[in-house]
């Protein structure tokens, strides 16, 4: 039986672009309407506030205000530990509510103010989120419950 190596965090990142992609995120970073950028915030004095650590997706809202972290690790790796670590490098110095740590088979989603994860109609988010709904649950807290 042949013995294959194990995907390193570059393929998680294949997988994430391809889910923001289809959310309709705008990856392309040369683009003047990119709101999410890899290993780097959008502005100098953002990226300061990191002092030297690179966050893998930081996602902004349409009026150019941070609205999420997205850690990716390779697959195999505690995704707890790389959550505290996120939310101290990344979301609280930017001010960021929302935290998604992935290793392209699981994602949790994290409310950083509410120290909870996100729950949608009453079930844990397990995916990354379009613009709208961040936005939901950066201004209402980690449960949201759509109107009927």
């Known amino acids: 039986m042949k013995k294959f190596t194990n995907p390193l965090e570059s393929s998680t990142r294949i997988k994430i672009n391809n889910w923001l992609t289809n959310l309709s995120w705008n990856i392309d970073e040369d683009s003047p309407d990119c709101?999410?950028?890899?290993?780097?915030a959008r502005t100098v004095s953002e990226n300061k506030k990191f002092k030297g650590n690179r966050p893998d997706y930081v996602l902004y809202s349409s009026d150019k205000k941070p609205l999420?972290?997205?850690?990716?690790?390779r697959q195999g790796k505690t995704l707890q530990t790389t959550l505290n670590e996120t939310i101290?490098?990344?979301a609280t110095p930017l001010g960021v509510k929302i935290v998604f740590i992935t290793d392209g088979l699981f994602i949790q989603a994290y409310h950083t103010e509410d120290n909870d994860y996100l729950y949608y109609n009453s079930e844990i988010?397990?995916?990354?989120?379009?613009?709208?709904?961040l936005r939901l649950f950066s201004d209402g807290g980690s449960k949201i419950f759509s109107e009927k």
């Not at 709101?35 to 780097?40: G, I, K, L, S, V």
């Not at 999420?68 to 690790?73: D, L, N, R």
């Not at 988010?125 to 709904?133: C, D, G, R, Y």
Request: with cysteine; proline share 0%.
């Open 88 to 90: 101290k490098k990344y």
């Open 68 to 73: 999420a972290i997205i850690e990716a690790k």
């Open 125 to 133: 988010v397990t995916e990354f989120l379009s613009e709208k709904k």
């Open 35 to 40: 709101n999410c950028y890899t290993e780097r």
